[in-house]
Nanobody, 119 residues
């Protein structure tokens, strides 16, 4: 499975980001898809995930009130609002055939996409 992410870039504080990620390489998409992020000098952390069946979502506490993760077949989208400087990070698309991503169970990683929040 290959994961191709796009979106990100430079965003002003208070603005929003929208990332997308497409899974390819086989006929059925992974059971769960989502996002992690890694800020400079910090460990990679879970952001959000959504399952293929039922569309069950999960969010990190920092993302819960201002984010929405959605999925359409083999594509996952992340919308995050009210961005702060602390949201500056490389965002990684991730997927797994069993889940849950929040526990660090990840079979597949995409390339990172940089999100920089400016004041």
């Amino acid at each position: 499975v290959q994961l191709q992410a796009c979106g990100g870039g430079l965003v002003q504080a208070g603005g929003s980001l929208r990332l997308s990620c497409v899974a390819s390489g086989r006929t059925f998409s992974p059971y769960v898809m989502g996002w992690f992020r890694q800020a400079p000098g910090k460990e990679r952390e879970f952001v959000a995930a959504v399952t293929r069946i039922g569309g069950t979502t999960s969010y990190a506490d920092f993302a819960k009130e201002r984010s929405a993760i959605t999925r359409a077949k083999n594509t996952v989208y992340l919308q995050m609002n009210s961005l702060t400087l602390e949201d500056t990070a490389v965002y990684y698309c991730a997927a797994d055939d069993r889940g849950p991503l929040a526990a660090g169970q990840v079979d597949y990683w995409g390339q990172g996409t940089q999100v920089t929040v400016s004041s």
